[in-house]
Nanobody, 120 residues
Framework: QVQLVESGGGFVQAGGSLRLSCAAS??????????MGWFRQAPGKEREFVAR???????YYADSGEERFTISRDNAQKTVYLQMNSLKPEDTAVYYC????????????WGQGTQVTVSS
């Protein structure tokens, strides 16, 4: 059983920063082999891609956050991070992490999400 648990969300003013974490667990889950992604879903909107990092460390970002967000991973800690700077009210959403195999995967496992609220 694979479990992904997000943390680090909260309430922040526009222009502020947050760092999200996603800790993976599971006896047979080989974290280092997986691409890890971050997605978000705002109220009334569809879930959208934010960023992903492959097993080799290649990173990809949605245009909306490319210069403000940084994804990273710590394989020893089985954790993926999303550093978010210069936050905007339109970044308000529930943020989810996910894992999948391959450089641009169909994601197999999802976390429960963490709420990020940015006030203007």
């Amino acid at each position: 059983q694979v479990q992904l648990v997000e943390s680090g969300g909260g309430f922040v003013q526009a222009g502020g920063s947050l760092r999200l974490s996603c800790a993976a667990s599971g006896r047979t889950f080989r974290f280092s082999l997986y691409t890890m992604g971050w997605f978000r879903q705002a109220p009334g909107k569809e879930r959208e891609f934010v960023a992903r990092i492959t097993r080799s460390g290649d990173t990809y970002y949605a245009d909306s956050g490319e210069e403000r967000f940084t994804i990273s991973r710590d394989n020893a800690q089985k954790t993926v991070y999303l550093q978010m700077n210069s936050l905007k009210p339109e970044d308000t959403a529930v943020y989810y992490c996910a894992s999948g195999l391959g450089p641009n995967p169909n994601y197999d496992y999802w976390g429960q999400g963490t709420q990020v609220t940015v006030s203007s």
